[in-house]
């Protein structure tokens, strides 16, 4: 199969190209710098040229509300055009557990419309929900930090590894569409304020995580234990946090 990954040169694509050509098949890495850039359509039509499937797997460059609502819109809806042209059979997108329980502003309304405009397009699609990726555990405690301290609500969360993020959405990808969502998390659920303590100390980060119920999540929404956990039925990654984070310990 061809299997063109938009986004294909970051954490989750880069893992998604390498598991597709490992399994045999003739997966492309598409973003800018390797010439395909879905903002303004350059490289879209050469790239989809004999492709089988659509994987987006990008993100935008600025979180900023209007940037970011602004690049799912455009990216998405040149991605869907350009699918169309090409023949394309199957349409993937990455997002996120929870998006629609906090679609009411900010990134979330931005993947909220991503979500709107494929399920719209007519185009066969999957849509795969993760939970929060491991990797994103300390962008979570930066946009919590004032000073020395670190807020955060003692809400449950179900993180997972990117690398088990990958594995679901290559296999999406070689399956049929299935004009809805399938969600993925992490084996174990965690209070947030918690994991993120565990996190900076392992670490030896100075950071002190003070439990703070009224705190919100990812600078600005209210979140409580149902919000960022999947629903009966997810599909379950391997790697359990003590072990991530002892390869991450001795890699650096
Ligand atoms: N972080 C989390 O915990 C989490 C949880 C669930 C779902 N997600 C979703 O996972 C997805 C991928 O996240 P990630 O962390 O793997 O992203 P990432 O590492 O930041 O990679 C983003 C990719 O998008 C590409 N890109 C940016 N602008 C582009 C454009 N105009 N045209 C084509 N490609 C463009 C980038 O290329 P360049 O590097 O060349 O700019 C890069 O390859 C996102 O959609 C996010 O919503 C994230």
Not at 200 to 210: F, H, Q, Y
Request: with cysteine; proline share 5%; glycine share 8%.
């Amino acid at each position: 199969m061809k299997i063109v990954v938009i986004g294909g040169t970051g954490l989750i694509g880069s893992q998604v190209v390498s598991k597709l050509n490992e399994h045999g098949h003739d997966a492309i890495a598409a973003a800018p710098n390797t010439g395909v850039n879905t903002l303004t359509g350059e490289g879209l039509p050469e790239v989809l040229a004999g492709a089988d499937v659509l994987v987006d797997v990008s993100n935008s460059p600025s979180f900023e509300d209007q940037a970011v609502y602004d690049f799912f819109e455009t990216s998405t809806t040149n991605q869907l055009a350009a699918c169309k042209a090409a023949g394309v059979k199957h349409h993937v997108a990455l997002s996120v557990v929870g998006t629609e329980r906090m679609a009411e502003k900010g990134y979330f309304k931005a993947k909220a419309r991503q979500e709107q405009l494929i399920v719209e397009s007519g185009m066969p699609y999957s849509i795969v929900h993760a939970t929060q990726f491991f990797e994103f555990i300390k962008s979570i405690a930066a946009l919590a930090t004032d000073g020395d301290t670190v807020r955060l609500p003692p809400v449950l969360f179900q993180p997972l590894a990117s690398e088990d993020v990958a594995k679901a959405v290559g296999r999406t990808a070689v399956g049929a569409p299935i004009n809805g969502i399938v969600e993925v998390a992490g084996p174990d659920k965690f209070r947030m304020d918690e994991l993120v303590r565990q996190a900076l100390r392992a670490a030896n980060d100075p950071r002190t995580v003070v439990t703070d119920p009224d705190a919100l999540y990812f600078g600005g929404y209210e979140v409580d234990d149902s919000t960022l956990t999947p629903a009966d039925g997810a599909i379950i990654g391997d790697v359990r946090f003590q072990d991530w984070l002892e390869r991450q310990l001795a890699a650096a």
